[in-house]
């Protein structure tokens, strides 16, 4: 059975940065860029080419956990890390280089042991890999959307952390913790898992916008109804008022115009009806609701995607559960040695 677990996740960030650009970074411009190199490291676990994020300010900004002018101030020296790609994508190709590497060594190391030992019998996430992951959770994370959604990924938490409990771990395990303190962490599971498939349905919007868009627009454009860019597919799909429901209403608004301007001979700008219906004039407007069927449609679909992502988001935060808590016993061990060090009687020197 392959092993879905994230990759062990590197500390340093320098060799991923142009010479010299490292030691230039603010503590704001460093903290958003580490949080975002730790998600595009454990993309895979979503289905993601490795490295990738995608390439929408919204979403990066919630990742790094800056506002919007702030991200405004820290996207330059993103882009000197993360590379525009295809499929509405950033990658770091020196990120993806080494994931890779550590995939190959990992898928070696597992072949080799099923060779001497056969295959393992109860496998899950490796918990040994967690001293090499920096928790994203020490900022603490936003409350779910619904209840509803809490309990699901509450749910989710507790059974991957069922799933992991028997396995020997370098740190403290929910496991053999017990009372008010288990019940803690496995709300603080549940909180993170809800924050990782907030974002992860976030991404999923976007990618439906974006396939719509891009279709429609390639359809209008060989047509020779418009001659937008195709890189004004990102920006448009960018917008507040860009969701799945109200996109698809716009261009079978701009369609049912087509049709219309070519029965009465006259012409029609399907582009200038999708700018309008999303509200993206030069003076800017409300958008135009969807009707209530498309609302309710995507509704459905939203939740079919999200009962999707939420077991992978569960097992990343307990992932990160597990980093937090061998991170904090290392710092408790290095802080005692200190102490015993100060303890020591200094020699004199003659």
């Not at 799933?163 to 929910?174: H, Y």
């Amino acid at each position: 059975m392959p092993d879905r677990s994230p990759l062990p996740f590197p500390y340093d960030l320098a060799g991923l940065l142009p010479a010299g650009i490292a030691d230039s970074l603010s503590a704001i411009e460093l903290g958003a860029l580490y949080r975002l190199v730790q998600l595009a490291w454990a993309e895979p676990t979503f289905g993601h080419s490795p490295g990738s994020l995608p390439d929408d300010p919204a979403i990066l900004a919630r990742v790094a956990r800056v506002t919007g002018q702030q991200w405004d101030e820290i996207a330059p020296v993103v882009r000197l890390v993360f590379r525009p790609t295809s499929g509405g994508r950033i990658v770091c190709p020196a990120l993806a280089d080494l994931y890779n590497r550590e995939a190959a060594i990992r898928e070696s190391r597992r072949r080799a042991g099923q060779c001497r030992h056969g295959p393992p019998q109860n496998q899950g996430p490796d918990p040994a890999h967690a001293e090499h992951v920096l928790s994203m959770c020490s900022a603490g994370a936003g409350e779910p959307a619904t209840r509803a959604a809490r309990a699901r990924a509450e749910r989710s938490a507790l059974k991957t952390e069922r799933n992991t409990s028997d396995a020997p771990e370098q740190s403290q395990p929910v496991g053999c913790v017990a009372g008010e303190e288990r019940g803690e962490i496995v709300a603080s599971l549940g909180r993170r898992a809800q924050e990782l498939t907030e974002i992860r349905v976030a991404e999923w919007r976007r990618a439906q916008v974006v396939s719509m868009l891009r279709e429609a627009i390639g359809r209008w454009a060989g047509a020779g109804l418009t001659t937008l860019p195709a890189g004004k597919v990102s920006e448009l799909a960018s917008l507040p008022a860009s969701t799945p429901a109200r996109v698809q209403a716009a261009i079978e608004a701009a369609e049912d115009c087509l049709r219309d301007a070519k029965a009465a001979g006259r012409a029609c700008r399907p582009v200038g009806v999708l700018i309008v219906r999303l509200g993206a004039t030069r003076q800017p407007k409300p958008p135009m609701e969807p009707p209530l069927q498309l609302v309710e449609l995507w509704r459905r679909r939203e939740e079919l995607a999200r009962a999707e992502l939420e077991p992978a988001a569960a097992r990343l935060a307990r992932t990160e559960q597990q980093s937090q808590a061998a991170a904090t016993v290392r710092i408790a061990e290095l802080r005692a040695q200190a102490a015993h060090l100060l303890k020591q009687p200094r020699q004199e020197t003659g």
